[in-house]
């Protein structure tokens, strides 16, 4: 009789405990699942955008990832404010992605993100943000213009999802004294004939009491992985961007040839230990002291050349691959707008005004200007528009600037005129890095070409069939 | 029985008053922890469960996750850079800290000087540390290989042979070992004068002192100084990330500094697989835990807390 009674009023006790708990745990798992709430694909992003709406009055066109920096990127950007009437907040600095995926998830994302032209296919995949062909009929957008590598890099099935501008391409760099040492010519150093870039290394090393005191070559890898292989006539990827070909033999046969070059020198950790400890930016650069030979660089760093050292002894190329055919491997920026951009009208007008031919042409007379101010040269700008390109060279590139400059801005056109670049795809980030980890695997000593590409081939390879088949789900 | 009933009444009613009073001023930590804190560990708890890149909606996978980490190498790769470097760290860590501790606390009035130099580069940025790191252990031209060459020794090459990367960046957590000096000159400050007289008359000379009245006497700040930096060494970022993955090596990278969060940080914040991030963090939240653990059982044998009743 006395057994049960103790149990009888602890059962109310109990239920009151546990009432409240199991109502805050059905809280929890409702706001858990109610909390990530996504956009995308399924909100049919796009469809209902009109492009052509006019701005909002007293509106503010939030902007991410881009700032004015210097006179390429003030010029057009006050251009466009004044061309919109509106006023435009920058949020500077590159853009974050996921910054920019987590203000978009959360119902709040900017109205224009300027992103690295990479970063567009994983956007447009993850429906981050528009397709932008009604913004391009809507303000009459010349896409003929563009580069078209730039432009098909911006282009995810079938689809435009950003506006291309700038244009990033490699030439050769050399230093003339160095080769005229060694009886070489740039030709020797371009890439056009590997046996000859070993043999140029070898003889432009040089090694003071054990230590690396002059880089013959600098292969640039990983970075440059994709531009020596084209030289062979290999992508890194197929041109609908769906299947990786790291562990072609053309590609192995490059990276194997790019590694030589750092072994004829000691093996790459002495190059980049040596190459870490220079003075990049600066008048004690490695081409103004004699610490390397050659390597292939963006153009921009022939700027940064003409300001630092502009009596440095060098000589320019255009980066050319076995097969005696200019490549450059082209990277640059594009104008994207998010899906649920409060003013996607506005976004769209701002780009179009940012990229369009005379944008260009009055941003570049002003650098023109302000370089013949300093009485430096000024080399160009590659815009990613092929008609203001043509126009800035044909007006204000001078006819005929001084040795070295003029090989420099040659090849810079040149290597303009033969750009490739990796399709957009919705694996951008992970092919990456499987590409990258690969070949960093082989400079560390951890891997062999052909075992580290293979690795590469099925890390790459997995992660782009997982992205593409979530893409095809949703089609 | 009635007046007893009213005397515990009293403090029943101040202790009611006292405990309400209490809440009320820790409530905005209790709510800063529940919002920032709490839930978004119960809510990566969720994610580790999905399939989530941000954008899209997350769809439940129920434990794929954490079958996936069993396969992947990475996270072994991860995981075993992770435990060597906390292997080398901490202990590497505790003992210099320990013997500056004890150096400063011969230092007389100077200590607090020294105290300061100490702790000032404990203020710089670890991004910093970590582009420093570059540049003092540069195989070819650092300070530190220049050092080891005035006394006859060929340096490794720090910052980029596999064998060396992890020597290097415990070596460079040095930088901010002033934190935990302050904290051990702090406990030596507390051991009684008089046991070291009481050794000193027993023939105890430095070391023996040292040995059998300092350390145990410190026992329990040792302890806390090696939990934390045992906690920190497994979630090791900043350092490694901005000196081997970040603007100063955008494309170059080593897999030997390939640590956990770094990983764990890839796979979230660069390659989007937001549930498969949650999962791995929360296998990072397990052993610390275990470890933690293991160290709280192993202090009962090794910590001394004065006051302490066994």
Known sequence: ?475 | MGRTAVTTARPSARARRERTAGLAFISPWILGFLVFTAWPIFYSGYLSLTDYDVLTDPSFVGLDNYERMVDDPQVRLALWNTLQYTLLQVPLYVLVALALALLLHQAGRASGFFRTAFFIPKMTPPVAVGVLLLLLFNGEYGLVNEALGTIGIDGPSWTTDPDWIKPGLALVSLWSVGAAVVILLAALQDVPVELYDAARVDGAGWWRRTRTVTIPMISGALFFVTVVNTIAAFQMFTEAYSAYFGAGNSTYSNDAALFYVIYLFREGFAELHMGYASALAWLLFAVIMVVTAVQLLVSRRLVYYEGEQR
């Open chain 1, 1 to 475: 009789m006395s057994a049960p009674r103790p149990h009888r009023p602890r059962r109310p006790h109990r239920s009151r405990a546990v009432g409240p708990f199991a109502a805050a745990a059905l809280l929890v798992v409702l706001g858990t699942t109610g909390c990530a709430t996504g956009i995308g694909a399924d909100d049919g992003a796009g469809a209902d955008v009109d492009f052509g709406a006019s701005p909002s009055p007293g509106g503010t066109l939030q902007v991410m990832g881009f700032g004015t920096g210097d006179e390429i990127g003030e010029v057009r950007h006050d251009r466009a404010t004044e061309a919109l009437g509106t006023e435009v907040k920058l949020s500077e600095g590159a853009l974050d992605p996921q910054a920019f995926l987590s203000a978009a998830a959360a119902g709040n994302p900017p109205d224009l993100v300027y992103a690295e032209r990479d970063q567009i296919g994983t956007f447009a995949s993850r429906g981050a943000i528009l397709p932008l062909s009604a913004c391009v009929d809507e303000q009459g957008i010349d896409t003929d213009a563009f580069v078209d590598p730039a432009l098909a890099e911006v282009t995810f099935g079938d689809e435009l999802y950003g506006i291309p501008e700038f244009n990033m391409v490699q030439i050769t760099m050399a230093s003339a004294d160095l080769l005229a040492d060694e009886g070489l010519s740039l030709a020797d150093v371009d890439g056009s004939d590997p046996d000859a870039v070993l043999a140029a290394t070898e003889a432009m090393t040089r090694r003071d009491g054990g230590k690396l005191s002059v880089i013959g070559v600098d292969s640039k890898l990983p970075e440059f992985l994709p531009l020596w292989a084209k030289g062979r006539g290999a992508d890194l990827l197929s041109d609908d961007g769906r299947t990786a070909q790291l562990d072609d033999s053309a590609v192995v046969e490059a990276l194997e040839q790019a590694v030589a070059v750092y072994d004829a020198q000691g093996g790459f950790p002495d190059v980049k230990t040596y190459r870490d400890s220079a003075d990049f930016f600066g008048a004690g650069n490695q081409f103004a002291t004699g610490q390397l030979g050659a390597m292939a660089m963006e153009q921009w760093y022939v700027n940064v050349l003409n300001e630092s050292s502009p009596d440095a002894p060098l000589a320019f190329g255009p980066v050319k691959g076995p097969d005696g055919d200019v490549h450059a491997f082209a990277t640059g920026s594009a104008w994207a707008i998010p899906v649920g951009a409060a003013d996607p009208a506005a976004a769209c007008a701002y780009a179009a005004r940012m990229t369009e031919t005379e944008a260009w042409a009055e941003a570049a007379q002003v650098r023109a200007d302000a370089r013949a101010a300093d009485g430096l040269v000024f080399t160009g700008v590659l815009t990613g528009n092929e008609e203001a390109d043509a126009q800035i060279r044909d007006t204000l590139v001078p006819a005929d600037p001084p040795a070295p400059w003029d090989d420099a801005i040659d090849a810079m056109y040149a290597a303009n005129d033969h750009t490739f670049t990796l399709p957009a795809n919705p694996a951008g980030a992970e092919f990456e890095t499987a590409w990258q980890d690969g070949v960093n695997r082989v400079l560390n000593g951890q891997q062999e070409p052909a075992a580290a590409m293979a690795q590469a081939q099925e890390e790459a390879q997995s992660a782009l069939d997982e992205a593409w088949a979530t893409w095809d789900e949703q089609q």
